[in-house]
């Protein structure tokens, strides 16, 4: 089993919808996790990190499940700009500075 | 605020050259310093990572080694490439004394082409 997983899509969504991203990992002892989106050919950015109670940037929301080791990604109104890949983070439990990656989920949105 | 470099952008080496890369962070002391590769359609695999000078920990064993003479100085090296070591090869930096010390920032990246 990968250390996490994503589906790899492509999600293709209209402007303005909602779309929603899951990720999962194996080791429940990982403490930190993160979303980053990729751009095609470009590094990837940090999106937001992950807090246990949730968060919520603009129209972004993350969401942490401990119990069934999932984290969410929602996407609120999406433009043309939201288009790119989003790679699920998480720290693994021996090194807790060591990031594992997942391979992405891709997004498009179309007019 | 901090901003990191990598270069060069992109290269395209033959089968058995050497290989030298690098990454230069500004604007933060004491960083923490990583070597990712990205190779087509897959995740990123740490390769090696750094926390100060002199000191690299390699994640899995390959032809490639890495060096930081500088605190803010990274690079990534290899006597000679191999087909597979083709990839998007990317820095990242963390600074480890805050309390966002696992949020890593990545370089630009350097897109090698091996021949």
């Known amino acids: 089993r990968k250390e996490v997983e994503q589906d790899p899509g492509p999600f293709n969504v209209p402007e303005g919808a909602t779309v929603a991203f899951n990720c999962t990992y194996s080791?429940?002892?990982?403490?930190?996790f993160f979303w980053y989106r990729q751009d095609c050919r470009k590094e990837p950015k940090l999106l937001m990190s992950?807090?246990?109670s949730g968060n919520e940037d603009g129209r972004f929301t993350a969401q942490l499940n401990r119990a069934s080791q999932y984290i969410s990604l929602l996407i609120r109104d999406s433009k043309l700009s939201d288009s790119a890949t989003y790679l699920c983070?998480?720290?693994?439990?021996?090194?807790?500075?060591?990031?594992?990656f997942g391979t992405g989920t891709r997004l498009q949105v179309f007019p | 605020s901090q901003t990191i470099h990598q270069w060069p952008a992109t290269l395209v080496q033959p089968v058995g050259s050497p290989l030298s890369l690098e990454c230069t962070v500004e604007?933060?002391?004491?960083?923490?310093l990583y070597w990712y590769r990205q190779a087509a359609g897959r995740g990123l695999q740490l390769l090696f990572y750094?926390?100060?000078?002199?000191?690299i920990s390699s994640e899995v064993p390959q032809n490639l080694s890495a060096s930081r003479p500088q605190d803010r100085q990274f690079i990534l090296s290899s006597k000679k490439l191999l087909l597979s070591d083709s990839g998007f090869y990317l820095c990242?930096?963390?600074?480890?004394?805050?309390?966002?010390?696992?949020?890593?920032?990545f370089g630009p990246g350097t897109r090698l082409t091996v021949t």
């Open positions: 983070v998480v720290t693994g439990s021996y090194n807790t500075d060591k990031l594992i």
């Open positions: 992950v807090y246990s």
């Open positions: 080791n429940s002892a990982s403490q930190s």
């Open positions: 990242a930096w963390s600074d480890p004394t805050g309390d966002r010390g696992l949020e890593q920032y």
């Open positions: 750094s926390v100060g000078i002199g000191q």
């Open positions: 604007g933060t002391s004491n960083p923490n």
